[in-house]
Structures are given as structure tokens and as C-alpha cells.
């Protein structure tokens, strides 16, 4: 299942492709009743390679998931993006049901 929306957020490409891109800023916008919590697991700030652990609550059952950035592109130097395009992707490494 895919979700797409569009946002209109007034900051510097900069400062929102910073934020979007460091995965423990993911619970500032989630869902609150997720009780959504993600730690950096590899230490640093986000690059390729970066791994986060996500704890939250989905259809009333806790979980976690491990999550690494597979994917991600930015300005030589910088975490910020090119005026051309900047890309971070994650994927979900593994996911497990924890009982209650």
C-alpha cells in the first residue's frame, strides 16, 4: 500500500531535506497514537549506511524495526541538497512483533 500527500513547508530546502533526512526527527510528524520512537543505532548523522531502530505501536501491538539508509545523495560536503536533487531512502531490514 502506498501513501502519497504533498506539504507546503516554509523553510530552506536545506534545513527541510536536514530534517526529512535524520530519521529520529520521523516521530516529530508520525502519527501520535504510533508512539512512534526512532534511535540511531550506527551514531553520526545520516548518511549511506546509517542504521535506526523504530519502536511503535500498529493495530494496537507493539513493534520494532530495524532500518538502514540505503540510498542517499547530497551535496559534496554537506548533508544539504543540490539545487538538482537530493535523495534519502530507507529500507525496513527486519521487523518484529514484540508481545506486550
Same mark, same amino acid.
Given at each position: 500500500?502506498?501513501?502519497?500527500?504533498?506539504?507546503?513547508?516554509?523553510?530552506?530546502?536545506?534545513? +527541510?531535506?536536514? #530534517?526529512?533526512?535524520?530519521?529520529?526527527?520521523?516521530?516529530?510528524?508520525?502519527?501520535?497514537?504510533?508512539?512512534?520512537?526512532?534511535?540511531? +543505532?550506527?551514531?553520526?548523522?545520516?548518511?549511506?549506511?546509517?542504521?535506526?531502530? *523504530?519502536?511503535?505501536v500498529f493495530v494496537?501491538?507493539?513493534? #520494532?524495526?530495524?532500518?538502514?539508509? +540505503?540510498?542517499? *545523495?547530497?551535496?559534496?560536503?554537506s548533508r544539504s541538497?543540490?539545487? *538538482?536533487? *537530493?535523495r534519502a531512502a530507507? =529500507?525496513?531490514?527486519?521487523? =518484529?512483533?514484540?508481545?506486550?
Amino acid at each position: 500500500m502506498a501513501y502519497h500527500w504533498t506539504m507546503h513547508i516554509d523553510a530552506p530546502p536545506e534545513k +527541510v531535506f536536514d #530534517t526529512l533526512s535524520d530519521g529520529e526527527h520521523h516521530p516529530e510528524w508520525a502519527n501520535p497514537n504510533a508512539k512512534l520512537s526512532m534511535t540511531s +543505532v550506527s551514531g553520526g548523522p545520516p548518511a549511506l549506511g546509517s542504521k535506526y531502530r *523504530s519502536e511503535q505501536v500498529f493495530v494496537g501491538k507493539p513493534q #520494532t524495526a530495524d532500518i538502514e539508509i +540505503v540510498r542517499f *545523495s547530497a551535496r559534496a560536503g554537506s548533508r544539504s541538497p543540490s539545487a *538538482s536533487a *537530493s535523495r534519502a531512502a530507507a =529500507r525496513t531490514c527486519t521487523t =518484529r512483533t514484540r508481545s506486550p
